[in-house]
Protein backbone atom coordinates (compact mmCIF):
# COMPACT_ATOMS: atom_id res chain seq x y z
CA UNK A 1 0.00 0.00 0.00
CA UNK A 2 2.91 2.67 0.91
CA UNK A 3 4.47 1.57 -2.21
CA UNK A 4 1.64 2.14 -4.38
CA UNK A 5 1.11 5.52 -2.44
CA UNK A 6 4.76 6.91 -3.37
CA UNK A 7 4.28 4.65 -6.94
CA UNK A 8 1.32 7.53 -7.72
CA UNK A 9 3.07 10.72 -6.42
CA UNK A 10 6.22 9.76 -8.44
CA UNK A 11 3.74 9.66 -11.83
CA UNK A 12 1.61 12.49 -10.43
CA UNK A 13 4.85 14.52 -10.51
CA UNK A 14 6.16 13.18 -13.90
CA UNK A 15 3.01 13.84 -15.69
CA UNK A 16 3.07 17.75 -13.80
CA UNK A 17 6.69 18.39 -15.06
CA UNK A 18 5.91 17.31 -18.54
CA UNK A 19 2.52 19.35 -18.33
CA UNK A 20 4.47 22.50 -17.78
CA UNK A 21 7.53 21.55 -19.84
CA UNK A 22 4.52 21.01 -22.88
CA UNK A 23 3.25 24.77 -21.69
CA UNK A 24 6.18 25.92 -22.25
CA UNK A 25 7.64 24.51 -25.38
CA UNK A 26 4.38 24.72 -27.99
CA UNK A 27 4.73 28.32 -27.63
CA UNK A 28 8.70 28.56 -27.65
CA UNK A 29 9.13 26.16 -30.59
CA UNK A 30 7.09 28.73 -32.91
CA UNK A 31 9.99 31.34 -32.12
CA UNK A 32 13.53 31.35 -33.88
CA UNK A 33 15.53 30.49 -31.05
CA UNK A 34 13.27 28.29 -29.05
CA UNK A 35 16.63 27.29 -26.62
CA UNK A 36 16.65 31.12 -25.77
CA UNK A 37 13.02 31.10 -25.29
CA UNK A 38 12.75 28.18 -23.12
CA UNK A 39 15.79 29.05 -20.75
CA UNK A 40 14.40 32.99 -20.08
CA UNK A 41 10.13 31.60 -19.79
CA UNK A 42 9.64 29.20 -16.43
CA UNK A 43 6.36 27.77 -15.34
CA UNK A 44 6.58 30.62 -12.79
CA UNK A 45 5.99 33.19 -15.53
CA UNK A 46 3.49 30.96 -17.33
CA UNK A 47 1.27 30.42 -14.43
CA UNK A 48 0.58 34.16 -13.88
CA UNK A 49 -0.63 34.61 -17.26
CA UNK A 50 -4.06 35.58 -18.48
CA UNK A 51 -5.11 33.15 -20.70
CA UNK A 52 -8.12 35.50 -22.15
CA UNK A 53 -5.58 38.50 -23.09
CA UNK A 54 -4.70 38.12 -26.45
CA UNK A 55 -1.09 38.74 -25.97
CA UNK A 56 -0.41 37.54 -22.91
CA UNK A 57 2.40 35.37 -24.08
CA UNK A 58 3.90 38.89 -26.18
CA UNK A 59 4.05 40.58 -23.22
CA UNK A 60 5.79 37.91 -21.30
CA UNK A 61 8.65 38.00 -24.08
CA UNK A 62 8.70 41.55 -24.57
CA UNK A 63 9.13 41.89 -20.12
CA UNK A 64 11.95 39.17 -20.69
CA UNK A 65 13.38 40.86 -23.45
CA UNK A 66 13.45 44.28 -21.03
CA UNK A 67 14.93 43.11 -17.98
CA UNK A 68 18.18 41.69 -20.46
CA UNK A 69 17.97 44.95 -21.96
CA UNK A 70 17.65 46.46 -18.82
CA UNK A 71 20.75 44.78 -17.06
CA UNK A 72 22.87 45.34 -20.41
CA UNK A 73 22.60 49.09 -19.82
CA UNK A 74 23.52 48.77 -16.12
CA UNK A 75 26.51 46.44 -17.54
CA UNK A 76 27.67 48.75 -19.66
CA UNK A 77 27.05 51.43 -17.50
CA UNK A 78 29.49 50.11 -14.71
CA UNK A 79 32.13 49.95 -17.34
CA UNK A 80 35.13 52.67 -16.15
CA UNK A 81 35.47 53.87 -19.50
CA UNK A 82 38.16 56.13 -18.72
CA UNK A 83 40.16 53.46 -16.89
CA UNK A 84 40.25 52.02 -20.89
CA UNK A 85 44.06 51.11 -21.93
CA UNK A 86 45.72 52.97 -24.87
CA UNK A 87 44.60 49.66 -27.24
CA UNK A 88 41.32 50.17 -26.11
CA UNK A 89 40.60 54.35 -25.89
CA UNK A 90 38.77 54.28 -29.48
CA UNK A 91 36.45 51.93 -28.07
CA UNK A 92 34.91 54.08 -25.67
CA UNK A 93 32.73 55.89 -28.88
CA UNK A 94 31.41 52.64 -29.29
CA UNK A 95 30.46 51.66 -25.97
CA UNK A 96 29.01 55.09 -25.53
CA UNK A 97 26.92 54.53 -28.79
CA UNK A 98 25.57 50.78 -26.64
CA UNK A 99 24.75 52.84 -23.90
CA UNK A 100 22.26 55.39 -25.60
CA UNK A 101 20.97 52.72 -27.89
CA UNK A 102 19.83 49.88 -24.84
CA UNK A 103 17.86 53.49 -23.06
CA UNK A 104 16.39 53.63 -26.18
CA UNK A 105 15.60 49.82 -26.71
CA UNK A 106 14.33 49.55 -23.03
CA UNK A 107 12.09 52.67 -23.87
CA UNK A 108 10.37 51.02 -27.12
CA UNK A 109 10.17 47.85 -25.42
CA UNK A 110 8.39 49.41 -22.36
CA UNK A 111 6.21 51.16 -25.03
CA UNK A 112 5.30 48.00 -26.50
CA UNK A 113 4.21 46.07 -23.55
CA UNK A 114 0.20 46.43 -23.45
CA UNK A 115 0.16 47.99 -26.62
CA UNK A 116 -2.13 46.77 -29.36
CA UNK A 117 -1.26 48.70 -31.95
CA UNK A 118 0.06 46.56 -34.19
CA UNK A 119 2.27 48.44 -36.62
CA UNK A 120 3.55 50.65 -33.53
CA UNK A 121 4.93 47.54 -32.11
CA UNK A 122 6.49 45.97 -34.98
CA UNK A 123 8.03 49.17 -35.95
CA UNK A 124 9.50 49.00 -31.89
CA UNK A 125 10.65 46.02 -31.79
CA UNK A 126 12.46 45.98 -35.51
CA UNK A 127 14.19 49.25 -34.07
CA UNK A 128 15.51 47.49 -31.02
CA UNK A 129 16.75 44.72 -33.07
CA UNK A 130 18.47 47.65 -35.77
CA UNK A 131 19.93 49.11 -32.38
CA UNK A 132 21.68 45.57 -30.94
CA UNK A 133 23.07 45.86 -34.53
CA UNK A 134 24.28 49.08 -34.73
CA UNK A 135 25.95 48.43 -31.15
CA UNK A 136 28.38 45.91 -32.66
CA UNK A 137 28.92 47.95 -36.06
CA UNK A 138 30.39 50.70 -33.67
CA UNK A 139 33.09 48.08 -32.82
CA UNK A 140 33.62 47.33 -36.42
CA UNK A 141 33.50 50.51 -37.87
CA UNK A 142 36.67 51.68 -35.19
CA UNK A 143 38.33 48.96 -36.22
CA UNK A 144 38.29 47.72 -32.55
CA UNK A 145 39.62 44.02 -32.44
CA UNK A 146 37.33 40.93 -31.44
CA UNK A 147 39.54 40.69 -28.56
CA UNK A 148 38.18 43.65 -26.98
CA UNK A 149 34.62 42.58 -26.54
CA UNK A 150 35.86 39.10 -25.69
CA UNK A 151 37.49 40.83 -22.31
CA UNK A 152 33.85 41.01 -21.81
CA UNK A 153 32.53 37.69 -21.19
CA UNK A 154 29.51 38.55 -19.25
CA UNK A 155 28.57 41.45 -22.10
CA UNK A 156 29.03 39.20 -24.94
CA UNK A 157 26.63 36.59 -23.56
CA UNK A 158 23.84 39.22 -22.62
CA UNK A 159 24.58 40.98 -25.60
CA UNK A 160 23.67 37.39 -27.61
CA UNK A 161 21.11 36.58 -25.63
CA UNK A 162 18.90 39.73 -25.88
CA UNK A 163 19.09 39.94 -29.57
CA UNK A 164 17.88 36.54 -29.77
CA UNK A 165 14.70 37.94 -27.44
CA UNK A 166 14.68 40.55 -29.31
CA UNK A 167 13.92 38.20 -32.61
CA UNK A 168 11.96 35.91 -30.67
CA UNK A 169 9.55 38.88 -29.41
CA UNK A 170 9.18 39.99 -33.00
CA UNK A 171 8.46 36.44 -34.24
CA UNK A 172 5.83 36.34 -31.53
CA UNK A 173 4.33 39.67 -32.31
CA UNK A 174 3.56 38.59 -36.08
CA UNK A 175 2.28 35.66 -35.34
CA UNK A 176 -0.66 37.19 -32.57
CA UNK A 177 -1.48 39.59 -34.87
CA UNK A 178 -1.47 37.35 -37.71
CA UNK A 179 -5.16 37.08 -37.60
CA UNK A 180 -6.08 40.42 -37.31
CA UNK A 181 -3.82 41.45 -40.03
CA UNK A 182 -5.72 39.13 -42.90
CA UNK A 183 -8.64 40.70 -41.50
CA UNK A 184 -7.25 44.21 -42.01
CA UNK A 185 -6.20 42.68 -45.17
CA UNK A 186 -9.63 41.37 -46.53
CA UNK A 187 -11.54 45.14 -45.66
CA UNK A 188 -8.77 46.54 -47.79
CA UNK A 189 -8.89 44.47 -50.55
CA UNK A 190 -13.33 45.23 -50.98
CA UNK A 191 -12.50 48.84 -51.40
CA UNK A 192 -9.77 51.17 -52.61
CA UNK A 193 -7.22 52.78 -50.24
CA UNK A 194 -6.13 56.18 -51.01
CA UNK A 195 -2.69 57.51 -49.80
CA UNK A 196 -3.61 61.05 -50.94
CA UNK A 197 -6.55 63.22 -50.09
CA UNK A 198 -7.88 65.60 -51.78
CA UNK A 199 -5.71 68.93 -51.31
CA UNK A 200 -2.73 66.10 -52.05
CA UNK A 201 -1.27 65.72 -48.48
CA UNK A 202 -1.37 62.17 -47.42
CA UNK A 203 -4.24 61.11 -45.09
CA UNK A 204 -2.19 61.00 -41.98
CA UNK A 205 -1.70 64.47 -41.89
CA UNK A 206 -3.72 66.69 -39.24
CA UNK A 207 -5.62 69.57 -40.35
CA UNK A 208 -3.28 72.00 -38.60
CA UNK A 209 -0.55 71.00 -39.96
CA UNK A 210 -1.86 70.94 -43.31
CA UNK A 211 -2.63 74.31 -42.58
CA UNK A 212 0.79 74.85 -41.18
CA UNK A 213 2.44 73.65 -44.64
CA UNK A 214 -0.07 75.46 -47.00
CA UNK A 215 1.43 78.49 -45.42
CA UNK A 216 4.78 78.02 -46.42
CA UNK A 217 4.35 79.12 -50.00
CA UNK A 218 3.65 82.61 -48.77
CA UNK A 219 7.06 82.57 -46.23
CA UNK A 220 6.56 80.12 -43.41
CA UNK A 221 5.09 81.12 -39.60
CA UNK A 222 7.75 80.04 -37.58
CA UNK A 223 8.47 80.09 -34.16
CA UNK A 224 12.95 80.49 -34.22
CA UNK A 225 14.67 81.52 -37.46
CA UNK A 226 18.58 80.79 -37.92
CA UNK A 227 20.58 82.90 -40.72
CA UNK A 228 24.56 83.09 -41.18
CA UNK A 229 23.96 86.88 -41.90
CA UNK A 230 22.55 87.40 -38.21
CA UNK A 231 19.58 88.12 -39.12
CA UNK A 232 17.32 85.67 -37.05
CA UNK A 233 17.36 84.22 -33.87
CA UNK A 234 20.55 82.54 -33.83
CA UNK A 235 23.38 81.23 -36.40
CA UNK A 236 23.54 77.72 -36.04
CA UNK A 237 20.75 75.44 -36.15
CA UNK A 238 22.24 73.61 -33.34
CA UNK A 239 22.32 76.35 -31.09
CA UNK A 240 18.36 77.11 -32.48
CA UNK A 241 17.42 73.63 -31.47
CA UNK A 242 19.15 73.69 -28.00
CA UNK A 243 17.11 76.99 -27.35
CA UNK A 244 14.15 75.35 -28.63
CA UNK A 245 14.46 72.61 -25.69
CA UNK A 246 14.58 74.76 -23.58
CA UNK A 247 11.42 76.77 -24.77
CA UNK A 248 9.30 73.72 -25.18
CA UNK A 249 9.65 72.36 -21.35
CA UNK A 250 8.22 69.62 -22.27
CA UNK A 251 5.25 70.71 -24.54
CA UNK A 252 4.38 68.78 -28.08
CA UNK A 253 2.96 71.43 -29.52
CA UNK A 254 4.54 71.97 -33.16
CA UNK A 255 7.68 74.38 -33.04
CA UNK A 256 9.03 75.62 -36.52
CA UNK A 257 12.44 76.66 -37.27
CA UNK A 258 13.22 78.26 -40.15
CA UNK A 259 16.73 77.78 -41.68
CA UNK A 260 17.71 80.44 -43.86
CA UNK A 261 19.61 79.78 -47.24
CA UNK A 262 23.30 78.85 -46.76
CA UNK A 263 25.59 76.22 -45.93
CA UNK A 264 25.51 74.79 -42.40
CA UNK A 265 28.34 72.64 -41.65
CA UNK A 266 27.43 71.17 -38.67
CA UNK A 267 25.80 67.61 -37.07
CA UNK A 268 22.34 68.77 -35.78
CA UNK A 269 21.39 66.43 -32.16
CA UNK A 270 17.83 66.17 -31.73
CA UNK A 271 17.27 64.96 -28.53
CA UNK A 272 15.04 61.89 -28.04
CA UNK A 273 12.67 63.95 -25.52
CA UNK A 274 12.04 66.91 -27.94
CA UNK A 275 8.70 66.18 -29.76
CA UNK A 276 7.08 67.71 -33.03
CA UNK A 277 10.32 70.06 -33.84
CA UNK A 278 10.14 70.74 -37.61
CA UNK A 279 12.67 72.65 -39.84
CA UNK A 280 11.87 74.60 -42.75
CA UNK A 281 14.47 75.64 -45.37
CA UNK A 282 14.77 78.05 -48.41
CA UNK A 283 14.55 75.50 -50.83
CA UNK A 284 16.49 72.93 -53.11
CA UNK A 285 20.22 74.18 -53.36
CA UNK A 286 19.35 77.13 -50.98
CA UNK A 287 19.79 75.56 -47.19
CA UNK A 288 21.75 73.25 -47.35
CA UNK A 289 22.94 71.40 -44.07
CA UNK A 290 26.57 69.27 -44.58
CA UNK A 291 28.12 67.43 -41.58
CA UNK A 292 31.54 65.93 -41.54
CA UNK A 293 32.32 63.32 -39.09
CA UNK A 294 32.92 60.38 -40.68
CA UNK A 295 34.58 56.67 -39.17
CA UNK A 296 38.41 58.25 -40.11
CA UNK A 297 38.13 60.70 -37.75
CA UNK A 298 37.23 58.59 -35.13
CA UNK A 299 33.36 58.52 -34.93
CA UNK A 300 31.14 55.97 -35.39
CA UNK A 301 28.53 55.62 -37.82
CA UNK A 302 25.87 56.05 -35.13
CA UNK A 303 27.05 59.62 -34.74
CA UNK A 304 28.36 60.84 -38.29
CA UNK A 305 24.20 61.78 -39.15
CA UNK A 306 23.95 64.80 -40.19
CA UNK A 307 20.35 65.07 -38.08
CA UNK A 308 20.20 62.56 -35.52
CA UNK A 309 18.03 61.71 -32.37
CA UNK A 310 20.56 61.02 -29.44
CA UNK A 311 19.59 60.39 -25.73
CA UNK A 312 19.41 63.67 -23.49
CA UNK A 313 22.28 63.47 -20.76
CA UNK A 314 21.32 65.44 -18.08
Avoid at 142 to 167: E, G
Avoid at 238 to 260: C, M, P, W
Avoid at 282 to 309: C, L, M
Wanted: proline letters at 2%.
Amino acid sequence: MKFNAYFLVFFSLLFMLQYSSCRITAPCSQTPYPQVCRHYINTNLLSNLDRHQRFAFRDLVLKVSMDQAIEAHQLVLSLNLNSLDADHTRAKGAWNDCLELYEDTVDKLNRSIGSTNALDVNTWLSASLTNQQTCQNGFKNLNIPSSHLQSFPNYVTLSTNLSKLLSNSLSIHKVSTSSSALHFSKQVRGRRRRLLSDDGFPEWVSAADRKLLQSISSGPNADMVVAQDGSGNYKSISEAVDAAYKLQGGATKRFVIHVKAGVYRENIEIKKTMKNIMFIGDGIDATIVTGNENVQDGSTTYRSATFGKFELKQ
